[in-house]
């Protein structure tokens, strides 16, 4: 029976490890990047900025997204937004 509080420790170790490692690429990349990549705050870098959100949520919540895929989005997407401005 699937507790209300969590499915299996499995899980919880997972988006754990994940996490920590997804946020520590995301926070490699952006300073890699400089203070170019999200600092104007212009439309389109508030929509990158909304973007790498949702990613690095998808890349911790959904099981299916491996977290190789997830940085390697993560990097297209701040490599693009640097290539950009």
């Not at 420790?9 to 926070?27: E, H, I, K, P």
């Not at 999200?38 to 491996?66: C, E, R």
């Not at 190789?68 to 701040?78: C, H, I, K, P, Q």
């Amino acid at each position: 029976m699937r507790s209300v509080f969590f499915s299996s420790a499995d899980t919880l170790w997972r988006t754990l490890v994940v996490s920590l490692v997804a946020y520590l690429c995301l926070v490699v990349l952006l300073r890699v990047s400089g203070k170019r990549t999200l600092s104007k705050m212009n439309a389109f870098d508030f929509v990158v900025t909304i973007a790498l959100g949702s990613t690095l949520a998808t890349i911790l919540l959904n099981k299916d997204t491996s977290l190789a895929e997830g940085v390697m989005a993560l990097g297209l997407l701040v490599g693009l937004q640097f290539l950009i401005t």
